[in-house]
Antibody, heavy 119, light 110 residues
Framework: QVQVVQSGAEVKKPGASVKVSCKSSGYTLSSYYIHWVRQAPGQGLEWLGIINPSGGSTNYAQKFQGRVTMTSETSTSTVYMELRGLISEDTAVYYC????????????WGQGTMVTVSS | QSALTQPASVSGSPGQSITISCTGASGNVGRYDLVSWYQQRPGQVPKLMIY???SRPSGVSNRFSGSKSGNTASLTISGLRAEDEGDYYCCSYLGGNTYLFGTGTTVTVL
């Protein structure tokens, strides 16, 4: 069965970087795009960007361009999201989610990774 | 780009029907039939409820239905149950492999 497992919680200081991993199993990673979405405490969902694991092409939300990098490692069925120049407002749960092959919805989500930015 | 607009909260009594709106623009909701809806119960991961405006994934109750008119998509929950409580988010394709979520709506069963 499809599973998407993310790395554990992180605590970072302002200005630092964080790299979150998202490992898929039960399907072929290269056949599906992966999205990253975040949710600040008590807030709504915010789309960060998308990666095509087959080839590594990416698209980022304008707000995060220049600060985020998404990469993939098909040999281990893992995608990564790195966010640089962290500020307190980046404190959130970060989710990876699989995009259906018809590009119309996210069907499987990781469990989420809490990233806390605090001095 | 600003989030799609949803009402902050909607409530109803058990058995009633409620509708959550998701208002975008001609460049997103109005242009593409790629609107999806997600349910998020407290402390849980979002769950896909509706895709492609009106389609339901297998396993999702037929009490959930979607529609769209112009730049506004809607999610209707019929026969409201206590288990339907939670936050609901719409999401629309924007073109160019980019997506945008709604502001979210908290559903309360009275």
């Amino acid at each position: 069965q499809v599973q998407v497992v993310q790395s554990g919680a992180e605590v970072k200081k302002p200005g630092a970087s964080v790299k979150v991993s998202c490992k898929s199993s039960g399907y072929t990673l290269s056949s599906y795009y992966i999205h990253w979405v975040r949710q600040a405490p008590g807030q709504g969902l915010e789309w960060l960007g998308i990666i095509n694991p087959s080839g590594g092409s990416t698209n980022y939300a304008q707000k995060f361009q220049g600060r985020v990098t998404m990469t993939s490692e098909t040999s281990t069925s893992t995608v990564y999201m790195e966010l640089r120049g962290l500020i307190s407002e980046d404190t959130a749960v970060y989710y990876c989610a699989r995009l259906r092959p018809t590009f119309d919805a996210f069907d499987f989500w990781g469990q989420g990774t809490m990233v806390t930015v605090s001095s | 780009q600003s989030a799609l607009t949803q009402p902050a909260s909607v409530s109803g009594s058990p058995g009633q029907s409620i509708t959550i709106s998701c208002t975008g623009a001609s460049g997103n909701v109005g242009r593409y039939d790629l609107v999806s809806w997600y349910q998020q119960r407290p402390g849980q991961v979002p769950k896909l409820m509706i895709y492609k405006v009106t389609s339901r994934p297998s396993g999702v109750s037929n009490r959930f239905s979607g529609s769209k008119s112009g730049n506004t998509a809607s999610l209707t929950i019929s026969g409201l149950r206590a288990e339907d409580e939670g936050d609901y988010y719409c999401c629309s394709y924007l073109g160019g492999n980019t997506y945008l979520f709604g502001t979210g709506t908290t559903v309360t069963v009275l």
